[in-house]
């Protein structure tokens, strides 16, 4: 609704039908840790790495539906549970091999591309939001945000 705002990119599973949505990035939620510890867990129930975001009960949700998939109830009472506000330090946790983590996909990426984080159960994931650009109708054809549309997608893709 700011004149001033070309573009926002918003993580919701909302849409927003008086809006141009240019493109979108969808999520899907695994669990991952560090190697050593990824191994070790299939054999004996592991540590949890969570995240306590401002409505927890959408990352608790997730772990639910998670072990639900995995047809591992029981690891809704880990060995042990580290939490973190931030989903960075969680991530850093389980890397260091603290635990294991409820990790969206694109906030892994890097991690498992460079091995420090792999998937416990790569066959196993839960969905999550998307990221979608949105703009104004009509404002998809300016040029700066069209040439901006287009890398993103561009990105999107990688």
Same mark, same amino acid.
């Given at each position: 609704?700011?004149?001033?705002?070309?573009?926002?990119?918003?993580?919701?599973?909302?849409?927003?039908?008086?809006?141009?949505?240019?493109?979108?990035?969808?999520?899907?939620? /695994?669990?991952?840790? +560090?190697?050593?510890?990824?191994?070790?867990?299939?054999? =004996?129930?592991?540590? *949890? &790495?969570?995240? !306590?975001?401002?409505?927890?009960?959408?990352?608790?949700?997730?772990?639910?539906?998670?072990?639900?998939?995995?047809?591992?109830?029981?690891?809704?009472?880990?060995?042990?549970?580290?939490?973190?506000?931030?989903?960075?330090?969680?991530?850093?946790?389980?890397?260091?091999?603290? /635990?294991?983590?409820? +990790?969206?996909?694109?906030?892994?990426?890097?991690?498992? =591309?460079?091995?420090? *984080? &792999?998937?416990? !159960?790569?066959?196993?994931?839960?969905?999550?939001?998307?990221?979608?650009?949105?703009?104004?109708?009509?404002?998809?054809?300016?040029?700066?945000?069209?040439?901006?549309?287009?890398?993103?997608?561009?990105?999107?893709?990688?």
């Amino acid at each position: 609704q700011d004149a001033s705002v070309d573009v926002a990119i918003r993580y919701s599973s909302r849409r927003y039908p008086a809006l141009h949505a240019a493109c979108a990035l969808q999520e899907r939620f /695994g669990v991952y840790g +560090a190697p050593a510890l990824v191994a070790q867990a299939r054999r =004996a129930k592991p540590a *949890l &790495v969570t995240v !306590r975001w401002r409505d927890s009960a959408l990352y608790d949700e997730g772990w639910r539906q998670w072990c639900e998939a995995a047809g591992l109830p029981a690891w809704r009472k880990p060995a042990a549970v580290h939490a973190y506000a931030e989903e960075h330090y969680a991530l850093q946790a389980a890397i260091a091999g603290q /635990g294991l983590v409820l +990790a969206s996909s694109v906030m892994v990426s890097d991690s498992v =591309a460079a091995g420090t *984080l &792999v998937p416990l !159960r790569p066959e196993v994931s839960v969905a999550g939001a998307a990221y979608t650009a949105l703009c104004a109708p009509g404002r998809e054809r300016h040029p700066p945000v069209k040439a901006f549309l287009a890398w993103l997608r561009q990105e999107f893709k990688g």
